[in-house]
């Protein structure tokens, strides 16, 4: 057996490339661009204290204490890096900003649905323009690509609700994308990347606690969204496979599905509730937020995995593997989680 096993050892290629001086000298930016992030962070924290940026539990939070609201403004400083290194991408990094600044005047003012869509449509419309879908997609592709853009940004914001969940599920898409742009299909420079990777790491480490430091605010999830899903297009419309969209399945299946069940219960889906599947896990029983979070991104790793590794699965297979199962899941489980709530929390409106 052990013969069997040390057999193969032969023909592992051991010839590493080395690292040259260029390697060294970006190893050493991204080295220096992740501890000024986590200085920015700890500086922000002043800041928002003095101003008292803080957000408030509510009847419909998933916390119950005081906590610094807006950390999640890290991802326009990574922005900023990412341009000043590579200036050719200052038109998406604009969005970036754009779509950053309102939503954290929003975090801070609550400013209207108007004026957020008004933002909204200004950065998207810029990042549609830096992928050129204007010129390369018909008027009805365009109005569907509005649609699928800002419904992703507005389901990432109702998806950041429990410790830990935007930092890690973000983490795990990123990391993905990385990994298709470095080993399969390069389809933009690597800094606009691992600047949102490296963002997400200091984030996390003051967010994903039992008792978070910080949340990200509207600031975090809308940009950090945006920026995902920027860079998600991107790849699709250079390598024409739409399957990469999946590397958002476990987010998109928990929002289509909490969607169409509170149509069903007649709801306003657009005011805030506790219906998600996440939500219930969490806040009715009680599941610690941190193992929620990492279950969430730990089954969304598992599909980009499939993705990137699929060498003989048509799209269709893909697609049925990737969402068939978490929509068995959400229908199977979601009204026993519901009917359970009930009982020990009557007093909770669903």
């Known amino acids: 057996m052990l013969r069997e096993i ?18 060294y000298m970006h190893l050493l930016i991204l080295s220096i661009s992740f501890f000024i992030l986590f ?3 700890l500086v922000y924290f002043k800041i928002a204290d003095h101003y008292n940026i803080i957000d408030h539990p509510n009847e419909r939070s998933s916390h119950a204490e005081i906590t610094i609201r807006g950390g999640g403004a890290i ?16 038109l998406p990094v604009v969005g970036i900003l754009i779509i950053g600044a ?6 801070i003012l609550t400013l209207s649905n108007r004026v957020r869509l008004l933002f909204h449509l200004i950065a998207v419309t810029i990042m549609l323009f830096y992928l050129n879908v204007f010129h390369a997609e018909p008027f009805y592709v ?9 419904g992703v940004i507005n389901m990432y914001n109702f998806m950041d609700g429990i410790n830990g969940i935007t930092g890690t599920y973000s983490l795990v898409v990123l990391v993905g994308l990385q990994y298709v742009n470095l080993y399969k299909s390069p389809f933009i420079k690597t800094d606009m990347i691992w600047m ?25 999830s809308v940009t950090i969204a945006f920026w995902i899903i920027m860079l998600m ?24 599905m909490t969607i169409a069940h509170r149509l069903i219960l007649k709801q306003n889906i ?59 899941i959400y229908l199977l489980i979601k009204p026993g989680l519901m009917k359970l709530s009930h009982q020990f929390h009557p007093q909770n409106p669903h």
């Not at 309102?102 to 975090?107: H, L, M």
């Not at 496979?241 to 928990?254: K, M, Q, R, S, T």
């Open 6 to 23: 040390l057999l193969p050892i032969h023909l592992i290629n051991l010839n590493f490339t080395p690292i040259t001086g260029s390697a």
């Open 39 to 41: 200085a920015f962070e």
């Open 75 to 90: 991802f326009l400083v990574a922005a900023i890096f990412a341009a000043t290194q590579h200036p050719a991408y200052w």
């Open 102 to 107: 309102v939503s954290f005047a929003d975090d």
């Open 142 to 150: 365009c109005v569907l690509l509005y649609i699928m853009v800002i």
């Open 196 to 220: 949102p990777i490296l963002a997400c790491g200091v984030f996390l480490y003051f967010n994903f606690r039992k008792k978070a430091k910080c949340f990200a605010g509207d600031v975090g």
């Open 233 to 256: 297009l991107r790849l699709i419309y250079l390598t024409g496979n739409w399957e990469y969209i999946l590397f958002l399945a476990v987010y998109g299946v928990d929002s289509v």
């Open 270 to 328: 657009f005011k805030a509730h506790r219906l998600h599947f996440y939500q219930l896990l969490a806040n009715e029983h009680k599941i610690p937020h941190l193992l929620v979070s990492a279950g969430y991104a730990l089954i969304q790793l598992m599909i980009i995995l499939l993705v990137i590794f699929n060498v003989k699965l048509s799209a269709t297979v893909i697609f049925s593997l990737a969402v068939i199962p978490l929509v068995f």
